[in-house]
């Protein structure tokens, strides 16, 4: 069974830096096209970025220039590097899954989500 568990959120002064983890199993990680997304309460989830088996990424916007999305075929762990963090990015923060060789930035793609892991960024 697809399980996708997410560690590394907490609390962080803007401007700061933290990493999100994301430990995946029970599915053929290296074939799988993985995502980062977020969501306040009230609003929609939203893409962060995303990542295709061949490496190729995709980024909003927002997370250009800031974040970086990677992952580790040989530990079955997709990696979301957050730095110059801002107050606006304070959200919780999930992974997920979906089979394909592309990348996406709608959540309505992915198939298989982490627990979640918020992040709190003060002023």
């Known amino acids: 069974r697809e399980h996708l568990v997410i560690s590394g959120g907490g609390p962080v002064q803007a401007g700061g830096s933290l990493r999100l983890s994301c430990a995946a199993s029970?599915?053929?990680?290296?074939?799988?096209?993985m995502g980062w997304f977020r969501q306040v309460p009230g609003k929609e989830r939203e893409a962060v970025a995303s990542?295709?088996?061949?490496?190729?990424?995709l980024y909003t916007d927002s997370a250009k220039g800031r974040f970086t999305i990677s992952k580790d075929n040989a530990n079955n762990t997709l990696y979301l590097q957050m730095n110059k963090l801002k107050p606006e990015d304070t959200a919780m923060y999930y992974c997920?899954?979906?089979?394909?060789?592309?990348?996406?930035?709608?959540?309505?793609?992915?198939?298989?989500w982490g627990q979640g892991t918020q992040v709190t960024v003060s002023s």
């Open positions: 997920a899954a979906k089979t394909g060789w592309l990348p996406s930035l709608h959540a309505t793609d992915f198939n298989y």
């Open positions: 029970g599915f053929d990680f290296t074939g799988y096209d």
């Open positions: 990542i295709a088996p061949d490496g190729s990424t």
